[in-house]
């Protein structure tokens, strides 16, 4: 019940291009879906987050698209940059996010020139 | 303003001792919640603590247990090192309004041998 399933476990996206991570759950009393960029050596950073009364959420280049009917939501990079390279990490919690993280197990996106 | 604190950033330890790891989160953060990353098991929570008080805890053996000190300063301990216990250990603090997001320090990379 706990569970948020992840996909694809890896990505490689041309420079330019969007890159596309997915996320479901099964705990409908998660009402709090963040996504967190990791890079080496580092912690896991806050990038964007949505709550299930909106369908998507967009900053800059990074997009939250979420399907509450099928306990699902995404995350689209456009204009994809090797800076982007990193491991990405959906999370679900409940409460208005007051309760633990529970993540994804991890997208390690590469983007090449 | 200053992020979240992890000392030490490495530590090695023999199987069967104990250590202890420490986060200072950023001030004004009255909760901190620790996270265990390992390529297997991914992020897992570990507990949480608010205001001194354990609010709450994952599913990890008794060895594992924190502590929250006044000025919200946190210490996690893990008691007869298992070489499994080897991982990343996150701490993450989180302003009253938690869906302003958690922010995780680099974390404490232990190696037991």
């Known amino acids: 019940q706990q569970q948020v399933k992840q996909s694809p476990q890896s990505l490689i996206v041309q420079k330019g291009g969007i890159s596309i991570i997915n996320c479901a759950y099964e705990?409908?009393?998660?009402?709090?879906f963040p996504w967190y960029q990791q890079f080496p050596g580092k912690g896991p950073a806050l990038l964007i987050a949505?709550?299930?009364?909106?369908s998507e959420k967009k900053e800059g280049r990074f997009t939250i698209s979420f399907n509450k009917s099928a306990k699902q939501f995404s995350l689209h990079i456009m204009d994809s940059q090797p800076g982007d390279s990193a491991t990405y990490f959906c999370a679900a919690s409940g409460n208005f996010g007051n309760e633990k993280l529970t993540f994804g197990t991890g997208t390690r996106l590469t983007i090449i020139p | 303003k200053a992020g979240v604190t992890q000392t030490p950033r490495y530590l090695i330890k023999t199987r069967g001792q104990q250590v202890t790891l420490s986060c200072s989160p950023i001030?004004?953060?009255?909760?901190v919640s620790w996270y265990q990353q390992t390529p297997g098991q991914g992020l897992q929570f570990l507990f949480e603590y608010f205001s001194e008080t354990q609010r709450n805890k994952g599913n990890f053996p008794g060895r594992f247990s924190g502590r929250q000190f006044s000025n919200s300063r946190s210490e996690m301990n893990v008691s007869t090192l298992e070489l499994g216990d080897s991982a990343l250990y996150l701490c993450?603090?989180?302003?009253?309004?938690?869906?302003?997001?958690?922010?995780f320090g680099s974390g404490t990379r232990l190696t037991v041998v």
């Open positions: 949505i709550r299930p009364d909106v």
């Open positions: 705990n409908t009393a998660f009402d709090y």
């Open positions: 001030s004004g953060h009255r909760s």
């Open positions: 993450a603090s989180s302003p009253p309004a938690a869906q302003d997001g958690y922010t």
